[in-house]
């Protein structure tokens, strides 16, 4: 491409960039302010918008309301991690008891992120690949997230018993199983939120309530294969500051899972509205929340379609949280 046709295509883009926001502004308001619904409508742009987050004016912005500078597909890097917005106020309004005055995010302004890469730290034995990803080696594929409670310690060389979802771990003095009893949730927990928290600071990673699965019967149909048995027979509220995301805030449906592995979580998360998760992730496979039976969990394959692997299979987690 000559030096004059890369110009034009410049300015155009730049043109249709500032109609684009003439219009949200439009929207908005008269005093400028872009609120969320209306960036949440805007078409995905791949923005690095790290240093105005960190350095300049975007997080007072977000806290006023105003989101003209920041749109679902731009996203934050801090060394390898990638941190992807996925909605503006994804989380505002939601929940149960979020009014009350520890539940901050109830009426707090905020960026909901997908983390994509974790630098190099790792989520559990075997870190992957030397990018730094999140992907288990082949010699660690059975410390995947679905395992067995006899994996007592995550760092063990020790067997770490049979691939099962139906599992029952401790959490909040009770025993349970489905998604809060998975090892993936007890990593993330463990290894991750303390990674982002000292990333953004941990005030400023907000905590909500969410409803998720935890229980398990096995002799009970899959919600998505006929001649699949097991899913997700209980669920309750619980406090959250990260999961993983559920099959519906990917695909805008629900696919292996059953109703009760959504919770609030029930709703097309706007990035993938306007970009395929493939364009975002690549060629990936992203754990989802979802039981899709009593040994699978349900995930996004790297080919971009929906399944449901067992603990064998090393995929991806790629949590989302709330920052301001």
């Not at 060394?79 to 992807?84: D, K, P, S």
């Not at 790792?122 to 006899?150: E, F, H, I, M, Y």
Request: with cysteine.
């Amino acid at each position: 491409m000559a030096a004059s046709e890369r110009l034009i295509t410049d300015v155009t883009a730049q043109a249709i960039e500032a109609a684009i926001t003439q219009v949200a502004l439009a929207l908005g308001g008269e005093s400028g302010a872009i609120p969320a619904y209306v960036a949440n409508q805007l078409p995905v742009r791949k923005k690095d918008i790290t240093d105005d987050f960190f350095n300049g004016n975007l997080r007072s912005e977000i806290a006023a309301g105003n989101f003209a500078h920041v749109r679902p597909g731009d996203f934050i890097k801090s060394g390898n991690t990638e941190f992807w917005v996925v909605a503006c106020d994804g989380r505002l309004g939601k929940g149960d008891q979020t009014n009350a005055s520890n539940y901050p995010i109830y009426n707090t302004h905020h960026l909901q992120v997908m983390i994509k890469y974790l630098g190099s730290t790792s989520l559990w034995l075997g870190k992957g690949d030397a990018a730094g990803t999140w992907q288990v080696s082949a010699n660690d594929k059975g410390r995947c997230p679905w395992n067995a409670a006899t994996d007592a310690d995550p760092t063990s060389t020790t067997a770490v018993g049979s691939n099962n979802t139906n599992i029952t771990r401790q959490y909040g003095g009770n025993n349970v199983s489905g998604y809060m009893g998975s090892f993936i949730r007890e990593r993330i927990d463990a290894v991750i939120l303390p990674y982002i928290q000292g990333i953004f600071g941990s005030a400023n990673v907000l905590k909500y309530r969410e409803i998720h699965g935890n229980a398990v019967v096995t002799d009970k149909p899959s919600g998505g294969q006929g001649n699949w048995n097991g899913c997700t027979s209980g669920w309750t509220w619980y406090d959250r500051y990260l999961d993983l995301p559920s099959e519906v805030e990917l695909y805008g449906s629900r696919i292996f899972g059953s109703g009760m592995d959504q919770g609030t979580q029930c709703e097309q998360l706007p990035i993938f509205k306007h970009a395929s998760i493939q364009d975002i992730f690549g060629r990936l496979d992203i754990w989802t929340k979802a039981v899709a039976n009593s040994s699978n969990a349900g995930d996004r394959t790297s080919y971009g379609y929906a399944n449901g692997h067992n603990a064998g299979h090393a995929s991806w987690a790629c949590p989302l949280a709330c920052i301001k």
